[in-house]
């Protein structure tokens, strides 16, 4: 599976934007690259998810390099909920392994 | 709330024992998911069962066996058990298949600590 690479830790301050970085350098044609966050004492939630094209949800939005090589996570304004461990994580269409192989993730970190 | 439901919340065994933890999936969803997310190996893709099906397996360990039922719910069997599989274990749903890339919805997780 193509691997990820994310920063251990970032910190931002409240409603500022936020920017997750997340390199994905051996992405084939067919992954898709979600995003999920931990949030603490909770289970992993659904964030967003793209294959070539930005997105954008209610949550935040996602910005695919033109190679496909990385890709940012914009939290347009932290809130203090938003701290959490994000995981960017790549899911191969028809791959046929339907589990999600979770990195180490970016703690984020919001002071107010 | 994702509509996901775990139960127990917690767990509290010895080495040697056997447990069952339960899972509800949302309402229509038909794949079930199994993680562990321990301290050392992080979150761990252990099985998948669709409509009843075993769908894919990842990291699951020999003593370890998941079932899902008629209606949809999943039970994820852990036998043997070693204080490493002190954890906290993950149930996910989605409408259908991963490969289609859906959402999967993640319940709250039931902790367990082997003693």
């Known amino acids: 599976d193509a691997k990820t690479t994310q920063p251990n830790s970032m910190e931002s301050n409240e409603e500022e934007p936020v920017h997750l970085p997340c390199n994905h350098s051996?992405?084939?044609?067919?992954?898709?690259i979600h995003w999920y966050r931990q949030l603490p004492s909770q289970g992993p939630e659904y964030v967003i998810h793209?294959?070539?094209s930005n997105v954008n949800n209610r949550m935040a939005s996602l910005a695919i390099a033109e190679d496909r090589k990385s890709s940012t996570l914009i939290l347009h304004r932290a809130t203090l909920r938003d701290a959490a461990v994000y995981y960017c994580i790549l899911s191969s269409r028809g791959g046929g392994a339907d589990g999600l192989t979770f990195g180490k993730g970016t703690h984020l970190i919001i002071q107010p | 709330d994702s509509g996901v439901t775990q139960t127990p919340k917690h767990l509290i065994t010895a080495t040697g024992q056997r447990v069952t933890l339960r899972c509800s999936p949302r309402?229509?969803?038909?794949?079930v998911y199994w993680y562990q997310q321990s301290l050392d190996q992080g979150l761990q893709f252990l099985i998948q069962y669709y409509n009843g099906e075993e769908r894919a397996k990842g990291n699951i360990l020999e003593r370890f066996s998941a079932q899902q039922f008629p209606d949809l719910h999943s039970e994820l069997n852990l036998s043997s058990l070693e204080l490493g599989d002190s954890a906290l274990y993950f149930c996910?749903?989605?409408?259908?298949?991963?490969?289609?890339?859906?959402?999967?919805?993640f319940g709250p997780g039931t902790r367990l600590l082997v003693l």
């Open positions: 309402s229509g969803d038909l794949s």
């Open positions: 996910a749903s989605s409408p259908r298949l991963a490969e289609l890339q859906e959402t999967q919805y």
């Open positions: 051996t992405i084939s044609g067919t992954d898709y």
């Open positions: 793209g294959l070539t």
